[in-house]
């Protein structure tokens, strides 16, 4: 996919952000384990990062937002 070619070493990229929160006393809500299981799937990657570096309003919705409301211990309204 497109994303690993823009962002080869991503890991790293994020550690960075996990070592600045530490260092710093602040929460990071980490989605890292959310988006590894994409490395297997291509087209759902392509489709949560269209340009290869942008999230889709897609990852939004199934990633980011329940990721954020789970490590807040809020739980999302019903539909």
Same mark, same amino acid.
């Given at each position: 996919?497109?994303?690993?070619?823009?962002?080869?070493?991503?890991?790293?990229?994020?550690?960075?952000?996990?070592?600045?929160?530490?260092?710093?006393?602040?929460?990071? @809500?980490? *989605?890292?384990?959310?988006?590894?299981?994409?490395?297997?799937? #291509?087209?759902? !990657?392509? $489709?949560?990062?269209?340009?290869? @570096?942008? *999230?889709?309003?897609?990852?939004?919705?199934?990633?980011?937002? #329940?990721?954020? !409301?789970? $490590?807040?211990?809020?739980?999302?309204?019903?539909?």
């Amino acid at each position: 996919g497109v994303h690993r070619k823009l962002r080869p070493d991503w890991e790293l990229y994020y550690s960075v952000y996990r070592e600045v929160a530490r260092e710093r006393g602040l929460l990071l @809500i980490d *989605l890292t384990a959310a988006w590894k299981p994409l490395a297997r799937d #291509p087209l759902r !990657l392509d $489709a949560y990062f269209p340009d290869g @570096i942008h *999230l889709s309003p897609l990852a939004d919705r199934e990633i980011v937002t #329940p990721g954020i !409301l789970e $490590a807040l211990g809020v739980s999302a309204r019903p539909k």
